[in-house]
């Protein structure tokens, strides 16, 4: 049997499908599974176990003569509809819920008091409903040790500026955790285009790795496996450390998990209950209501405890 899955972006989303792919391959085992996504995302299959063969979409051409007994369009856009359609097999839409993520943002008033409440719980029970499963977990092949230090990643940045707590409070943050732990160092994760923004950890009198743009998607994946807790915004690398089952501080602002996306892993999610909450369904960039106080309001303090309390769970 062949499969066609299609997701084009993006990372965190990607990483999410994994849960899929699993289970698609486990209940055929002998399937063939072509996976078309960004090309910018090719190297992140190399930590993606069950997929045969991954494409960039515009490479499609070469899987005209397939005829696929399944095409899993797990995007639902407009490109993804495109390229679907230039494939030969039927294809299945994983559901979006559009509608009820309006109805979370605008709190059920009207018109959106109308909307169901839908019957999955996240995205992934949302892909998994496409082939009758209903569990399953992301999961990202990476480096596993025991190390010999503690080792606390922080992922401080995002796609969308208001998903963006405060950097002063992630260096207070590891000022606190550089006091209460003796051995331990700190790996900072970010893109090339958070490069610059990252500088400031460099100039802080801790044992800091930086490893902020200069790591391809499966040296990142590796990095991060080796994390003994991962301090994140709501962003792709939150989603990278859940498929590799590092315990996860994740800080919400704008967002809530309502929306389908948030971590399996051990996690704790620290956000603050407003009115203005949420406020936009993928972050937004600029706060409408002129205070930020989904980030202001919480306090290093109340992160620090957090990954104290998750790392005294994991005996480390």
Same mark, same amino acid.
């Given at each position: ?132 499963? $209903? ?8 480096? $596993? ?172």
């Amino acid at each position: 049997m062949n499969f066609c899955i299609i997701r084009l972006s993006s990372l965190g989303d990607i990483v999410l499908t994994t849960a899929f792919i699993e289970e698609l391959k486990k209940k055929y085992p002998d399937s063939k599974i072509f996976y078309v996504t960004k090309k910018a995302f090719i190297d992140l299959f190399k930590n993606i176990d069950f997929v045969d063969k991954v494409l960039d979409f515009n490479q499609i051409k070469c899987l005209k003569n397939i005829k696929f007994d399944a095409i899993y369009d797990l995007q639902v856009n407009l490109r993804s509809f495109l390229i679907s359609n230039k494939l030969k097999g039927k294809v299945y839409r994983a559901p979006k819920h559009r509608l009820y993520r309006l109805k979370v943002l605008y709190k059920s008033r009207f018109p959106f008091n109308f909307i169901k409440e839908k019957k999955q719980k996240d995205i992934i029970e949302d892909y998994l409903s496409l082939i009758g499963t $209903k569990e399953g977990y992301p999961k990202l092949a990476c480096r $596993k040790q025991k190390n010999k230090e503690l080792i606390i990643g922080i992922a401080p940045f995002a796609a969308w500026k208001n998903k963006i707590w405060p950097k002063q409070n992630f260096i207070e943050l590891i000022e606190l955790l550089d006091v209460a732990f003796t051995k331990k160092t700190f790996f900072i994760f970010g893109s090339k285009q958070e490069e610059i923004l990252s500088k400031d950890f460099d100039k802080l009198p801790y044992n800091i790795k930086n490893y902020t743009g200069v790591l391809s998607l499966s040296e990142l994946v590796n990095k991060i496996g080796l994390c003994d807790v991962f301090v994140t915004n709501d962003s792709g690398l939150m989603h990278i450390a859940s498929a590799c089952n590092i315990p996860i501080v994740a800080i919400f602002g704008p967002t809530v998990k309502e929306f389908g996306f948030y971590p399996r892993t051990k996690s704790v999610i620290i956000e603050k209950q407003l009115d203005c909450r949420p406020c936009h369904l993928h972050g937004g960039n600029v706060c409408k209501e002129g205070h930020f106080r989904c980030m202001k309001d919480i306090h290093p303090q109340e992160v620090f405890l957090a990954v104290k309390s998750l790392l005294e769970e994991s005996n480390v």
